[in-house]
């Protein structure tokens, strides 16, 4: 009477083995997964390591602002040297200095900006954001609003309103408040134009077969109108980024270390396409 009883038990014994003692199979779902996120970290750390390295940079920001009845059409062309660094822990750090700015209007009007200002616009570092679409991996640089013309401890605070604010500054040395625009007027009538700015962009960037990193820039960037000789100037007037990305491009262009300032704008017809109009 016995025997059935000590049968049954071994059963329960070898299935409850079976059930808990072995180790429990690997769902095909869950290789797939871990496989596909190492998969993804590798593909990034290969592109960190391959765009790691110095730039010439070109971008181009196109603004639009309304005049009366008319749309005035703007272009401001950006040179300088931008560079990427892989840190210890696999972060990459992009760093840029400007060199040198032209500026396109349909506009009877054309304005310069001296080399002074435009160096004295020193964007903070940042870090890269790598992100994934359906076309693969491009590099996200963020914003880091950068004060020009004015001292702002808090620099993420929006730009001051009162052109009498006692924080302007004169950022490009030439005696004058915030930082000066010259402008010429149907070629034959001379001014200035004194700002101050908050300079906000971003960038996307896609890396190309023959080295280089191309994309567009997003740009939020605020104004304000210090002063000028010519009074019609003094009217407070902050232009738009025009939201075709399209317009507003930036070529990266790989160069080695002996490139400065003086070297790209030398090379500025071999490194870049030509300047298109407003």
């Excluded at 992009?94 to 060199?99: K, N, P, Q, T």
């Excluded at 396109?104 to 570092?125: G, H, L, Q």
């Excluded at 930036?250 to 400065?260: C, E, K, Q």
Aim: glycine content about 4%; some cysteine; proline content about 9%.
């Amino acid at each position: 009477m016995m025997r059935p009883t000590r049968f049954l038990l071994a059963r329960l014994l070898i299935t409850f083995c079976f059930a808990v003692c072995l180790p429990r199979p690997v769902l095909a779902s869950e290789i797939s997964s871990t496989d596909s996120t190492a998969d993804q970290d590798s593909q990034e750390t290969e592109l960190k390591t391959k765009v790691a390295g110095r730039y010439a940079h070109y971008d181009i920001v196109a603004y639009t602002a309304k005049i009366l009845f008319w749309e005035m059409r703007t272009l401001v062309i950006t040179y300088g040297v931008t560079e990427f660094k892989l840190d210890d822990t696999g972060r990459l750090l992009s760093s840029s200095r400007y060199c040198h700015a032209s500026h396109k209007s349909n506009f009877p009007f054309k304005s310069e900006v001296p080399d002074a200002f435009t160096r004295a616009i020193i964007p903070r570092d940042a870090w890269v954001d790598i992100r994934r679409d359906q076309d693969g991996l491009s590099l996200w640089r963020p914003e880091t609003p950068t004060p020009i013309g004015i001292r702002m401890e808090d620099p993420d605070q929006p730009l001051p309103t009162d052109p009498r604010d006692p924080r302007i500054a004169d950022d490009d040395g030439d005696g004058k408040p915030g930082v000066t625009v010259k402008i010429r007027l149907y070629d034959r009538f001379d001014t200035e134009l004194y700002i101050a700015r908050r300079e906000i962009f971003a960038y996307a960037l896609t890396p190309q077969t023959d080295g280089t990193l191309s994309g567009y820039v997003s740009d939020h960037s605020e104004q304000l109108i210090l002063g000028s000789p010519f009074p019609p100037l003094r009217k407070q007037n902050a232009p738009t980024q025009n939201p075709d990305e399209n317009l507003s491009p930036i070529l990266l262009v790989p160069i080695d270390d002996s490139y400065d300032c003086e070297k790209v704008m030398e090379e500025r017809d071999v490194l870049f396409p030509a300047e298109p109009e407003a």
